[in-house]
Structure formats: structure tokens, C-alpha cells
């Protein structure tokens, strides 16, 4: 609902009035009504009554999907002559007391309204109208267009409220991150994720009363701008909770809102549509920043800021773990897919697969024969490595557990890094000789085992293998939590434009 920073028109009976560049708002007892003012920007025309009309029909209308007891219709306003002059909305007042910024600010518990909140808007985006001309604001090329064009209004404000080269920093990795994940933009189209939703989520207009919070003011004026996917919509309010503070409360709605509504949406694509979020949120700062807004012109860069943290976060990559057997590198692929929640595939795995066996089953065979010719060996380094460009471009990064020592097929991985717009680290685990031939009796005397590899191959795999340079060194030979830390530190890298003092 507008108002002005100054005031507190939701005061209980108090009456007020409150104002924005396109409205004002009257507040009395248990009532407000919003009058439209008559002006033209470059968004929205209320330069004629009945424009303004149609805009209260649309705004009641689109509201009453999440809040039908709130928006109470809308009133014609007469003259002394009886004629109608002008068009009012007429509204529930709602209580300050319970919006859902203000209960954020104070430290108050908002669990409880917090499921609540995700549990209407997945209700909300199940049933909201979609189309094949909704669905279009949700193709990788829209998506794209939107990033650009803020990026280019943006422009001029680089080097006075906006610090340029996170500016870029950020253009780039949207950019970078859209262009690698077309499959996934379309399988959100094509499973209907794709709708006419609510367009400005944000806790100053989110109530949350005993029977449950009441969510108003959805964009009317622009109906282009309610249209998009269903994880950008119910972003935008995790966005406003991290600008206010509170990042577990982010984190916290974003699970809920996931479960309720089934979502199977990689992380990434989250971070993103948080992301895209922000900037559009600092884009606002630095418009409100240049008509007198002091506020706002630290609110810009600090929603930059968040933008490019989560853009960081959804940075999509195709981890390496290589070694020789016995060198640990199933257990740090282990960990660092544990760690971060990523897929993990494994070529002992895969290689028994295609040949019709259980992963434990025994294939043990002389080196370079069985399941273990060059043959078998280029098969299955090409099945995995079909495999994880497949989610690669549905934004799941991916860690691939091999031995990585014939230098062709990390070439291979490279390129579809490259052409999936992944980040592609690379990391060799390393073991004494003794320490590994250990390992492998140990794992032998174990029982059934996914590798099939003995001593004796892998001294006849370190004859063969080829330097690995470009690989960061993981040395396991101490404990494992030490090797998978280091690890991390490789595969959590930062791009350089993010080394200046960004934090979440």
C-alpha cells in the first residue's frame, strides 16, 4: 500500500493520508481508499478518468485473488452537481501492528506466519492463469531481456551510486547463467511454472493477522510485469526479507514455499530469480536515490551487492575429482556433493551399468581388459559426461568421480563446461603409494565394492597417466575433513569482481 516514509497512516483510527508519485491514499476508522492521480510516466497512463477507472476495476479485480475481504470495490466520487468526478478503491484498513516488515524489524517470531505466507502464495501461483503468451516471460530469452534492459538503465548511475565494476560483475554472471541454461527455462514453461502472478511481493504489504495474512497490492498498471516464473514472484519476498535483515527468514519461506507447492527447481534457479530480484530492487533505489531519496542511494549498492551474491551462488559447476585408486577421491566427491546438495556421478558406477550389473557386482579383471578396455573406458567417460551436461543445463552442478588420467577426456569435460556455461574445477587427490595399496586391501577384505581396482592396476594406471596440471592438489593422506575443506575452498572460488568486501 503507498505511503510516505514519514508517516503512519495505519494507525488504529487514526486518521491520515499517505502519497506516492502515482496515488493517494486515505486513511479512516477501519477504511482506506486510494484515488489515482492524473499523470503519465513512462509506465502507466492515469491521464484520463476513465483510465484511472479501468485502473481501480483492474486493481480490485487482481488483488481479490489473494485478499477478496480486503479490497472492497471501488467507489465513484460525486460533485456538488451530483456528476462523478473521480473513482476511488476501497479497502480494508489494515492493522500496523501486524505487517509482516514491521513484526521482521522488531524481532518478533514469524515462523508460524511465515509458513503461512508461503503456504497462500503456492495456493496463489497454483491456480493463477497461464498461457502461451504468460508462458513467453518465461523463456531464456525474456528472461535475458529483462537483466539487460535494468542493466542498461542502471548505466548511468555507475561510478556515483553504483560501484562499476560489480555493475558489470553482475550483468556478466546473469548473462553467463541464462545463456548455459536454456533446457531448464523451457522445462519451467513446459511444466506450467509459468504465470500471471502477483508481480511485487514485499513485506510492507503482507499482514499477518489470526486467520491467516492478508497480500496486497499486486502490480495492475503493467500486466507484463506480474508474468514470469512462480520462483521469481515468490523471490522477490525473500529478496525483501534479506534487505531487511533477516536471511534465515528468506531461507526459511523459500523452503516452506518449495514444499507446499512440490517444486523440484534446482537451487540455482532460486538464486537467480533472488538475484534478478535485487537488481531490480537497486535499480528502484537508484531512481528514488536521484529525485532526493538520501536513504536510497545506500540501499543501491547494497542491493547490488545481494544481486551478486546470489549470483554467485547460482553459479552453476562441473566439479573434477580425479586420482589414482587408492587416492581417496571417492570419498571427497562424497563429501563436497554432501556438502553443497549436487549430484555426483561415478564412472565405476556408470561403467557397470551399461555392461547389465549391479554396482557391487564383481568385475574384476587384468588391466586393460573385461569391463576395462579402452573401449569400455571411452563408453563410459562419454555416458557420464552426457549425463552431467544433461543437468548442467537444467542448473544442477555436478561432481564426477574418475580417475580423470588420460588428459582427452578432460578436454572433453572442458568443453562442455565451456558450452554449458559452467564453472569447471578441477581437483587431483593424492596419496603416498603405501597409503593407497593400504586402502585398497582394506577395501578389499571388506567385501562386494563398486571399484574393481587392485594394487597391481594402479601401478599400471600411474605408468599411463597423463600430468594433470591445471588441477588443484588435494593431499588425503591426512584426515578427510582437512582434504574436503581444501577442497571447498577450490570449488567455492569467487569471481574476482566479488573480492571487494561482498558479504551476505
Given at each position: 500500500m503507498p505511503r510516505r516514509?514519514?508517516?503512519?497512516?495505519?494507525?488504529?483510527?487514526?486518521?491520515a493520508v499517505a502519497e506516492t508519485h502515482v496515488s493517494t491514499v486515505f486513511f479512516a476508522g477501519d477504511l482506506a481508499v486510494k484515488v489515482k492521480k492524473p499523470v503519465r510516466t513512462g509506465f502507466l497512463d492515469f491521464s484520463t478518468r476513465e483510465a484511472r477507472r479501468r485502473a481501480c476495476e483492474r486493481e480490485v479485480a487482481l488483488n481479490r485473488r489473494l485478499s477478496p475481504d480486503v479490497y472492497l470495490g471501488v467507489a465513484d466520487v460525486r460533485g456538488p452537481d451530483r456528476r462523478i468526478c473521480e473513482h476511488m478503491v476501497v479497502m480494508r484498513r489494515m492493522p500496523a501492528e501486524a505487517r509482516l516488515s514491521t513484526l521482521v524489524r522488531q524481532g518478533a517470531q514469524v515462523d508460524v506466519a511465515l509458513r503461512r505466507v508461503a503456504r497462500a502464495v503456492a495456493s496463489f501461483h497454483a491456480a493463477a492463469e497461464t498461457s502461451p503468451r504468460i508462458a513467453r516471460a518465461g523463456s531464456a530469452r525474456a528472461v535475458l531481456a529483462n537483466w539487460c534492459q535494468n542493466t542498461e538503465q542502471m548505466h548511468?548511475?555507475?561510478?556515483?551510486?553504483?560501484?562499476?565494476?560489480?555493475?558489470?560483475?553482475?550483468?556478466?554472471?546473469a548473462r553467463r547463467y541464462v545463456a548455459?541454461?536454456?533446457?531448464?527455462?523451457?522445462?519451467?514453461?513446459?511444466?506450467?511454472?509459468?504465470?500471471?502472478?502477483?508481480?511485487?511481493?514485499?513485506?510492507?504489504?503482507?499482514?499477518?493477522?489470526?486467520?491467516?495474512?492478508?497480500?496486497?497490492?499486486?502490480?495492475?498498471?503493467?500486466?507484463?510485469?506480474?508474468?514470469?516464473?512462480?520462483?521469481?514472484?515468490?523471490?522477490?519476498?525473500?529478496?525483501?526479507?534479506?534487505?531487511l535483515g533477516a536471511p534465515q527468514h528468506a531461507s526459511r519461506l523459500l523452503r516452506w514455499y518449495l514444499e507446499y507447492a512440490g517444486e523440484t527447481a534446482p537451487a540455482s534457479l532460486v538464486d537467480h530469480y533472488v538475484a534478478y530480484r535485487a537488481q531490480v530492487r537497486s535499480k528502484v533505489a537508484c531512481l528514488a536515490a536521484e529525485q532526493g531519496d538520501v536513504d536510497a542511494a545506500a540501499d543501491a549498492m547494497r542491493l547490488l551487492r545481494l544481486a551478486a551474491a546470489h549470483l554467485s551462488a547460482a553459479r552453476v559447476r562441473l566439479v573434477l575429482v580425479g586420482g589414482l585408486p587408492g587416492s581417496g577421491k571417492s570419498t571427497l566427491s562424497e563429501g563436497i556433493a554432501t556438502q553443497r546438495g549436487w549430484m555426483v556421478l561415478r564412472s565405476d558406477e556408470i561403467r557397470k551399468e551399461l555392461a547389465g550389473l549391479d554396482a557391487h557386482a564383481n568385475a574384476s579383471a587384468p588391466y586393460g581388459r573385461g569391463l576395462y578396455t579402452a573401449r569400455w573406458t571411452a563408453t563410459t567417460y562419454r555416458?557420464?559426461?552426457?549425463?552431467?551436461?544433461?543437468?548442467?543445463?537444467?542448473?544442477?552442478?555436478?561432481?564426477?568421480?574418475?580417475?580423470?588420467?588420460?588428459?582427452?577426456?578432460r578436454r572433453a569435460a572442458a568443453r562442455i563446461a565451456t558450452t554449458t556455461a559452467a564453472d569447471l574445477v578441477a581437483l587431483e587427490c593424492q596419496a603416498s603409494s603405501g597409503i593407497a595399496r593400504q586402502r585398497l586391501r582394506d577395501r578389499a577384505i571388506r567385501g562386494p565394492r563398486i571399484s574393481d581396482a587392485t594394487p597391481q592396476i594402479a601401478e599400471r594406471m600411474a605408468l599411463a597417466a597423463a600430468a594433470w596440471p591445471d588441477a588443484v592438489q588435494i593431499d588425503t593422506t591426512g584426515r578427510a575433513d582437512v582434504a574436503l575443506a581444501t577442497a571447498m575452498q577450490a570449488v567455492d572460488t569467487e569471481p574476482d569482481v566479488l573480492r571487494f568486501g561482498l558479504t551476505r
Open positions: 516514509a514519514d508517516e503512519h497512516p495505519d494507525a488504529p483510527g487514526r486518521a548511468r548511475f555507475a561510478g556515483s551510486l553504483l560501484e562499476p565494476a560489480l555493475l558489470q560483475g553482475v550483468d556478466a554472471m548455459g541454461r536454456g533446457p531448464l527455462f523451457a522445462a519451467r514453461i513446459a511444466g506450467g511454472k509459468v504465470r500471471d502472478g502477483h508481480g511485487d511481493l514485499l513485506a510492507d504489504d503482507i499482514y499477518c493477522l489470526d486467520d491467516g495474512p492478508r497480500i496486497l497490492d499486486c502490480i495492475e498498471f503493467d500486466d507484463s510485469l506480474r508474468h514470469g516464473d512462480v520462483l521469481a514472484d515468490v523471490a522477490f519476498l525473500a529478496m525483501d526479507l534479506e534487505r555416458e557420464m559426461l552426457s549425463r552431467a551436461e544433461r543437468a548442467l543445463r537444467h542448473g544442477e552442478s555436478v561432481v564426477l568421480d574418475a580417475s580423470w588420467t588420460d588428459a582427452r577426456w
